[in-house]
């Protein structure tokens, strides 16, 4: 599978931002999908996962409750909905994909290695 996330773009703190995913030449539904995000000068890190049927969903700390993940099968696209920006989710956000059918779990789905496929990243920055 393929992967292009875009949706990026400058947004003033407190304002919203979904970004897209879309993924294409494999089977979308038997992928686990997840974003991570990455400050220049910073490890990339873990911002939310979503299982293959979009049943379980596992949020980092620092964005549950403000940001959503979600997916639609039909259309091969995961999203995530971010509200309640703030300067610190200024970074460059990533999607990936893991072949399985498991529900995500908090003790795998933030582990960049058990991604195997990585689209390139789409910038997000929130200005003060």
């Known amino acids: 599978v393929q992967l292009q996330a875009f949706g990026g773009g400058l947004v003033q703190a407190g304002g919203s931002l979904r970004l897209s995913c879309a993924a294409s030449g494999g089977t979308f539904s038997r992928y686990a999908m997840g974003w991570f995000r990455q400050v220049p000068g910073r490890e990339r890190e873990f911002v939310a996962a979503?299982?293959?049927?979009?049943?379980?969903?596992y949020l980092d700390d620092s964005v549950r409750g403000r940001f959503t993940i979600f997916r639609d099968n039909v259309g091969k696209t995961v999203y995530l909905q971010m509200n309640r920006l703030k300067p610190e989710d200024t970074a460059v956000y990533y999607c990936a994909a893991r072949p399985t059918v498991s529900a995500v779990a908090a003790d795998w789905s933030a582990m960049m290695s058990m991604y195997d496929t990585w689209g390139q990243g789409t910038l997000v920055t929130v200005s003060s």
């Open positions: 979503i299982s293959w049927s979009g049943g379980t969903t």
